[in-house]
T-cell receptor, first 111, second 114 residues
Framework: DAGITQSPRHKVTETGTPVTLRCHQT?????MYWYRQDPGHGLRLIHY???????DKGEVSDGYSVSRSKTEDFLLTLESATSSQTSVYFC??????????FGSGTRLTVV | AQKVTQAQTEISVVEKEDVTLDCVYE???????LFWYKQPPSGELVFLIR??????QNEISGRYSWNFQKSTSSFNFTITASQVVDSAVYFC???????????FGKGTRLHILP
């Protein structure tokens, strides 16, 4: 299996609190992505990174920030969690355009 | 702008039947890549296939086959002699050349009934 892990796997948090999700890879891939998956919406891109300290917004970036200080780690932060951010979050890695390898997902519930 | 449409939200078939999942895409690029991913009930996302826009040959892998037709902007996925283990959500996706990201369709949930 490609070395990509997400943590935590499950989290319940309260509205208004900050939350950070971590994606860690051991493949030294250049590109890393954060998606959210919601019923009826499929997978939607939140943010992505094409290198250390190089990030860009996806289609649903409002309320989220990211950081990539090392090749292997890509952090997703919900600055002030809202119930609409309850979702399953997937991290993915890729090299060139060979397709993604996904992490196992993080199920986040905001109460 | 790029877009992927999977018009079939949910499909149910009886085991051993053949089933085709439709995928229609939109892009202005002449060079692009198409993908299919499978998400079984366990939740992980599994890569199935990648095709580039210059290769219109149909692909077969065991019971799976893919029909790429540029004339209709479609990249359909057929499962022959379906099995219960094929029950999953299937996503079609598109990436344009020079773009670093993949855009996904909303997925088709496939139920294979025993």
């Amino acid at each position: 299996d490609a070395g990509i892990t997400q943590s935590p796997r499950h989290k319940v948090t309260e509205t208004g609190t900050p939350v950070t999700l971590r994606c860690h890879q051991t493949e030294n891939h250049r590109y890393m992505y954060w998606y959210r998956q919601d019923p009826g919406h499929g997978l939607r891109l939140i943010h992505y990174s094409y290198g250390v300290k190089d990030t860009d917004k996806g289609e649903v970036s409002d309320g989220y920030s990211v950081s990539r200080s090392k090749t292997e780690d890509f952090l997703l932060t919900l600055e002030s969690a809202t119930s609409s951010q309850t979702s399953v979050y997937f991290c993915a890695i890729s090299e060139a355009q060979n397709g993604y390898t996904f992490g196992s997902g993080t199920r986040l519930t905001v109460v | 702008a790029q877009k992927v449409t999977q018009a079939q939200t949910e499909i149910s078939v009886v085991e051993k039947e053949d089933v085709t999942l439709d995928c229609v895409y939109e892009t202005r690029d002449t060079t692009y890549y198409l993908f299919w991913y499978k998400q079984p009930p366990s939740g992980e996302l599994v890569f199935l296939i990648r095709r580039n826009s210059f290769d219109e040959q149909n692909e077969i892998s065991g019971r799976y086959s893919w029909n790429f037709q540029k004339s209709t902007s479609s990249f359909n996925f057929t499962i022959t002699a379906s099995q219960v283990v094929d029950s999953a959500v299937y996503f079609c996706a598109l990436s344009e050349a020079g773009d670093d990201k993949i855009i996904f369709g909303k997925g088709t949930r496939l139920h294979i009934l025993p």
